[in-house]
Nanobody
Framework: QVQVVESGGGLVQAGGSLRLSCAVS????????MGWYRQAPGKQRELVAD???????NYADSVKGRFTISRDNAKSTVYLQMDNLKPEDTSVYLC??????????WGQGTQVTVAS
């Protein structure tokens, strides 16, 4: 099994920054890709950014140039640096560990609120 725990959300003014953290534990050797998703009330969950075990990254068009995904293998942690935040970035942000074997793991989510 893999456990995923997010942290770092909060309230920020438009134009501000936040850094989210996603700590993973358990059978981390089965993880192929770590992803950040978000889901606002009444909307579908969407991919924000992901990073493969080889370091390749992928971003949603809406966050390109503003968000950066990275990882610290020694700490088994993935980060999402969010800069120039906009009110439309307000959402619950969830971390997902995609696995080569076994069920994918999701965290509980962390709330990000951007005030205009």
């Amino acid at each position: 099994q893999v456990q995923v725990v997010e942290s770092g959300g909060g309230l920020v003014q438009a134009g501000g920054s936040l850094r989210l953290s996603c700590a993973v534990s358990g059978s981390i050797f089965t993880i192929t890709t770590m992803g950040w998703y978000r889901q606002a009330p009444g909307k579908q969950r969407e991919l924000v950014a992901d990073i493969t075990r080889y370091g390749s990254t992928n971003y949603a068009d809406s966050v390109k140039g503003r968000f950066t995904i990275s990882r610290d293998n020694a700490k088994s942690t993935v980060y999402l640096q969010m800069d120039n935040l906009k009110p439309e970035d307000t959402s619950v942000y969830l971390c997902k560990a995609s696995r080569i074997a076994g069920r994918d793991a999701w965290g509980q989510g962390t709330q990000v609120t951007v005030a205009s």
